[in-house]
């Protein structure tokens, strides 16, 4: 089966060229560029990768996402410690 079209993703690609979640972006008219956001991933998980991005971030751009990304993350994360 082929993988997505979009970008980096490889889900198989079950929407003629695009997987379910690429093409769900497609028909509400969003980017279909992208990643999509990982489900089933832990807060823990989410907040790692952000903080891994934080430090790839390799220009204003980049960084201005990694930054508003991560602290996202870090809300999340700690707001599901707190529901514990
Ligand atoms: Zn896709």
Do not use: I, N
Not at 13 to 19: D, F, H, I, S, V
């Amino acid at each position: 089966m082929r993988t997505c079209a979009a970008g980096d993703c490889f889900r198989p690609a079950t929407q003629g060229e695009l997987c379910a979640g690429h093409a769900k972006r497609k028909y509400r008219h969003q980017p279909v560029a992208g990643p999509l956001a990982e489900v089933g991933r832990t807060p823990w998980q989410r907040l790692v990768d952000a903080a891994l991005k934080y430090a790839d971030a390799d220009s204003d751009e980049a960084f201005a996402r990694a930054s508003a990304v991560l602290r996202k993350a870090a809300q999340a994360y700690v707001s599901s410690r707190a529901r514990r």
